[in-house]
């Protein structure tokens, strides 16, 4: 069985900026305040959050990403689970549409649900609004 989430979150940026602040690995770690890889090209290497979530980035364009993503502290032969990112035009802002999916259980659903929350999107606006 497989578990999935589906956020969707405005943004008050635009597509470009938003895409920007989610690739570069300098913009990541202002925000997010911890290092990052993001290699933007199919097969290239991701991880965020000092090597905590690590993965192989399948997709990018200029409103779309998505990558693998993987935790050392799952269980040994647990399958990557995906995240897609689409980013929409919303007034002026971006709807950022998350979707995670084949997370390996609840548990770990609902904490990725928090997590996302938390440590992704609280952290992105509030940096973006303290360069508006």
Not at 12 to 38: C, F
Not at 85 to 109: F, M, R
């Amino acid at each position: 069985m497989s578990f999935d989430l589906n956020i969707q979150v405005s943004l008050p940026a635009s597509a470009k900026q938003v895409m920007y602040l989610l690739t570069d690995p300098k913009k990541i770690r202002a925000w997010s305040g911890a290092d990052a890889v993001m290699e933007l090209k199919e097969g290239g290497s991701f991880s965020m959050f000092d090597g905590w979530a690590t993965g192989i980035v399948q997709h990018c364009s200029a409103n779309e990403l998505s990558y693998t993503w993987a935790l050392d502290e799952w269980e040994k032969g647990t399958e990557p689970s995906l995240v897609n990112i689409v980013l929409k035009p919303d007034g002026e802002n971006t709807l950022v549409i998350l979707n995670h999916t084949n997370l390996p259980n609840q548990k770990e659903t609902d904490e990725h649900k928090k997590g996302w929350q938390d440590y992704v999107f609280v952290p992105l606006e509030d940096y973006i609004m303290a360069f508006d």
